[in-house]
């Protein structure tokens, strides 16, 4: 997109590298750090109303504050995860263009935070990840277990389809949220889905006036290679294709014909 070609022009020189590292890297900290004294996470989270009481890195640190009911190994699994999809698109897009992605989402989450209440964590945040990295690459293929091949694009709909599950079994407030908090995908990929869209419907149009316009109305289906009558000139008849590949009438059709009774010698 433009806007985002003209943005990078510009700022270019501040773009972290390699950021979804640096989130990788916190959130295993984190966790150490919590498991030491659990008091600990509490000062990261994104608290709006701590917030307004000064404590403004609440707004950042929120995204070092891994799930808490992932346990050890299923966190190293996610991580690791986050991790791979971070180094996939920051080689599609750039650092740049990552980094953006990244705080267009933490913008929306601290907004959803402020106008809408609730505990936030960087769940959403990283899903919106997923979901950008399974339009970039669809059909990247991923291990579970180690043993299981699964393309991205499953995974990420299968995902989608959690989420607009708990999406329709919510409150509108709670709705409004999940939208603003995945403001960062639909700015990077809504124009390119809604295109795709269209593409899709005036494509599907097209054909369809093709073949109304490629096969007149009054043309017909069916006709007898003997008597050459169809089903238009005498709607009262059947037509089968005989063994041989032609299409003939049930009076003409090979196998009803009367046999001929062979000449004696």
């Not at 980094?99 to 267009?104: G, K």
Request: charged letters at 15%; glycine letters at 6%.
């Amino acid at each position: 997109m433009k806007w985002i070609d003209s943005l990078e022009a510009k700022y270019r020189h501040l773009a972290i590298p390699r950021i979804i590292r640096v989130v990788v890297a916190f959130n295993a900290l984190t966790y150490i750090l919590g498991v030491i004294n659990p008091e600990y996470v509490g000062l990261l989270t994104l608290n709006p109303e701590l917030i307004k009481h000064g404590q403004i890195w609440r707004l950042f640190t929120y995204i070092f504050v891994p799930p808490a009911d992932f346990g050890t190994l299923g966190l190293f699994f996610a991580l690791m995860f986050l991790w791979y999809m971070g180094e996939g698109l920051e080689q599609a897009w750039g650092s740049f263009k990552l980094n953006l992605f990244y705080f267009c989402g933490m913008a929306g989450c601290t907004v959803a935070a402020f106008f809408f209440g609730g505990r936030w964590t960087d769940f959403f945040l990283n899903l919106s990840v997923l979901f950008a990295f399974g339009t970039v690459f669809p059909d990247e293929i991923i291990y579970i277990l180690f043993i299981i091949p699964v393309k991205i694009k499953w995974i990420a709909l299968f995902s989608f389809v959690l989420l607009l599950a708990g999406f329709f079994e919510a409150g509108l407030q709670a709705q409004m949220a999940i939208v603003v908090s995945f403001s960062n995908y639909l700015l990077f990929f809504g124009p390119q889905l809604i295109h795709n869209i269209r593409h899709r419907q005036a494509v599907a149009t097209r054909r369809t006036e093709y073949a109304r316009q490629s096969v007149p109305e009054d043309e017909p289906l069916h006709r007898c290679v003997v008597c050459k009558e169809t089903e238009v000139t005498s709607p009262d008849l059947d037509f089968r294709v005989a063994k041989d590949g032609n299409e003939y009438c049930t009076r003409h059709l090979p196998s009803l014909q009367p046999a001929v009774a062979k000449p004696q010698v």
